[in-house]
Nanobody, 114 residues
């Protein structure tokens, strides 16, 4: 099982990035996919989730700026991040969830410069 997060990088404040989470070894369509982030010195926090049926939820801090989506045909989930601010700087992780089964991907670093 592998979840591969990608798409991070350096962007100026106000800019956009799209993260991808490509899965293999699981029946992707059955899993809820979650994006988390962890800034230096902070705990890992939940950013957004998308269920197997497509229901989405967001942390208050990213509502209206971030959009989570999935393409089951490609076994990939996305996190479109707009209007980025330095406070969004963090390592972003994706996680696949099916009941008590959880698979973490490796992180991808997002750095937002002011």
């Amino acid at each position: 099982v592998q979840l591969q997060a990608s798409g991070g990088g350096l962007v100026q404040a106000g800019g956009s990035l799209r993260l991808s989470c490509a899965a293999s070894g699981i029946t992707f369509s059955m899993y809820t996919i979650a994006w988390y982030r962890q800034a230096p010195g902070n705990q890992r926090e939940l950013v957004a989730t998308i269920s197997s049926s497509g229901s989405v939820d967001y942390a208050d801090s990213v509502k209206g700026r971030f959009t989570i989506s999935r393409d089951n045909a490609k076994d990939t989930a996305y996190l479109q991040m707009n209007s980025l601010s330095p406070e969004d700087t963090a390592v972003y992780y994706c996680k696949g969830i099916l009941g008590r089964i959880n698979y973490w991907g490796q992180g991808t670093l997002v750095t937002v410069s002011s």
